[in-house]
Nanobody
Framework: QVQLVESGGGLVQPGGSLTLSCATSGFTFSSTLMSWYRQLPGKGREWVAT????????IYADSVKGRSTISRDNAKRTLYLQMNSLKPDDTAVYFCYAVDGAYWGQGTQVTVST
């Protein structure tokens, strides 16, 4: 069956960095558009970034542009989100999303705090 499993979240101080991973199975990862979303406390889910199937095209939300990099390893069927210069406003549950099949992971918590 389809599985998307995020990892790499945690508690980090403002200005710090994290790399999130999303390991996938059960669908053709290498031909699937992939995205990261996040859900801030008390708010709806918001789009963060998208990468095409080859990894050559990437787009970002203004809120993370210049501080984050989405990438993928098709051989490992894994999606990544590297986040730098983290702010308390980045505190959220981060989800990976397989666009073509509308598959969601369960999310990983990122907390930016002193």
């Amino acid at each position: 069956q389809v599985q998307l499993v995020e990892s790499g979240g945690g508690l980090v101080q403002p200005g710090g960095s994290l790399t999130l991973s999303c390991a996938t199975s059960g669908f053709t990862f290498s031909s699937t558009l992939m995205s990261w979303y996040r859900q801030l406390p008390g708010k709806g889910r918001e789009w963060v970034a998208t990468i095409d199937d080859s990894g050559n095209s990437r787009i970002y939300a203004d809120s993370v542009k210049g501080r984050s990099t989405i990438s993928r390893d098709n051989a490992k069927r894994t999606l990544y989100l590297q986040m730098n210069s983290l702010k308390p406003d980045d505190t959220a549950v981060y989800f990976c999303y397989a666009v073509d099949g509308a598959y969601w992971g369960q999310g990983t918590q990122v907390t930016v705090s002193t």
